[in-house]
């Protein structure tokens, strides 16, 4: 029988986004290796191997891991450029999809969201405010920039006589 040699002990500087937790894992018993730990690995450009050596599994696992996401570092970043294409594209794959027979199968509730999305996207593609501000917070501000020019500039205040001139 052949003897599976064990992964090299884990690197003197471990990297953030390894927990410390595992410095203190009782022997035998490991923490599940999800691919959120995986991926800002990958990411920093780790190798499999490393990042199977960091979190105690195989290189193997590591590859089944992503694998069995599904995901894709070359995807991601092809969207991360394109970002704003792909979602005008599914934007409209979405829009096309809204049939006067889909609006009439939806409850009036999800009509009534959707209006009000669509109308408040309409108005900032048109340039037009899409909130609200309250007339309070406006008004604070006008007066604490009314005290900074009093405080600037005393002469264009000339105190004025009893008289009012």
Known sequence: MKKIKPPDPVPAVVPEVVPDALA??????????TLEKIIPLRERGFSFGE???????????????????GFDPGAVAEFKTNKSSLIHHKQKLLLDGVT?????????????????????????EDGFSTSNVAGRFVSIDLTKIAARLDEKDDSLTEPKGEDGE
């Open 24 to 33: 203190i894992i009782p022997k035998g018993k490991k923490p599940p290796v």
């Open 51 to 69: 990042i199977g050596k960091l979190l105690g599994v195989t290189k193997q696992r590591i590859h089944q891991i992503i694998r069995a996401s």
């Open 100 to 124: 006067p027979e889909a609006v009439e199968a939806m409850c009036p509730r999800d009509r009534i969201v959707g209006f009000g999305i669509l109308y408040d996207k309409a108005r900032l």
